[in-house]
């Protein structure tokens, strides 16, 4: 069964997309299937990997990205995967194994203009397809955006794992709180649709502090998410076996230039870069190994 892992914070800028692109990359050159599914309106996920040019003709088009799947007579959710997504400027696949469900910027009607029936809310439906396609795969990676609309609810219904992205600063933790409480009464509204055959509902399972600068000291941010983890965890409102990652991600200007180069960071070579590649790829690559591990 594949794992299926939502990558949230109720706090934007924290690297969350950088960060579930290069884990799934990383996870796929460890020989796994990954889906990587784009719920950020933003799109940021689907452009970095289509390439523009790719997601432009997408978005210009109107069809093919996830919102077509919400759309009145909507296609069928494996017709709309991008398979092998990451290629080369010839259309050749560089990473077998990376699939892509992208996003345009019209997923933004799914908060407004979405009519479905409220009997059977939008991330139901997502669920019910969503489970047929996981089984091509080993992961199943949300990139949610800092909310839990439409959009999120349909990664964190379908997931039984949350990871929140984290920086070492106080807005961080008010994120993740707010997340928490957010979580506990959309968990309440969609208990009532969740079988036994999902899995146990969604927790929150791990926090992964991102782009650390160089000379930055996170113990005293990392004691304060410690504890209110631990909190958390106590009143169960949080995995049992919940943790702060060991493998932290340092901040590098390689991982700007990856967006621009339409590649995760571990597929660029070592002369484009500048001499912090091999630290962060090593960590991104300790990250994936860390959550293999972390398995519920």
């Keep these: 069964m594949a794992r299926k892992i939502s990558f949230l914070n109720y706090k934007g800028g924290v690297g969350k997309t950088s960060l579930v692109v290069n884990t799934a990359a990383c996870l796929a050159a460890k020989g796994r299937r990954v889906l990587l599914c784009d719920f950020d309106t933003q799109s940021n996920a689907s452009i970095w990997l289509m390439r523009l040019e790719r997601w432009n003709k997408l978005n210009a088009g109107g069809h093919g990205s996830v919102y077509s799947f919400f759309e009145p007579g909507g296609v069928h959710l494996s017709d709309l995967v991008v398979r092998d997504v990451v290629q080369d400027k010839s259309g050749h696949a560089v990473l077998p194994g990376l699939d892509l469900l992208p996003t345009t910027f019209n997923l933004v009607d799914l908060e407004n203009e979405y009519n479905g029936d409220p009997k059977k809310p939008a991330y139901l439906l997502f669920q019910e397809q969503l489970g047929e396609l996981a089984q091509d795969y080993d992961y199943v990676l949300f990139d949610c955006p800092p909310n839990l609309l439409r959009a999120s609810q349909c990664g964190v219904f379908s997931s039984n794992e949350i990871y929140v992205p984290s920086n070492p600063d106080a807005l961080s933790l008010i994120g993740f709180t707010l997340l928490v409480e957010k979580l506990g009464r959309f968990q309440q509204t969609s208990a009532g649709f969740r079988t036994a055959a999902m899995g146990p509902a969604t927790q929150i399972r791990g926090i992964i502090f991102n782009s650390i600068k160089t000379g930055v000291d996170i113990e005293v941010p990392k004691m304060r998410m410690q504890l209110r983890l631990n909190q958390f965890k106590t009143v169960k409102r949080a995995a049992a076996d919940a943790k702060i990652f060991t493998t932290q991600i340092r901040d590098a200007m390689v991982v700007r230039r990856a967006v621009t180069l339409g590649l995760p960071v571990n597929l660029i070579g070592q002369e484009n870069t ?23």
Excluded: C
Aim: cysteine-free; hydrophobic content about 25%; overall charge negative.
């Design 274 to 296: 500048d001499s912090t590649r091999d630290n962060v790829v090593h960590d991104y690559h300790a990250l994936a190994e860390e959550i293999e591990k972390h398995h519920p």
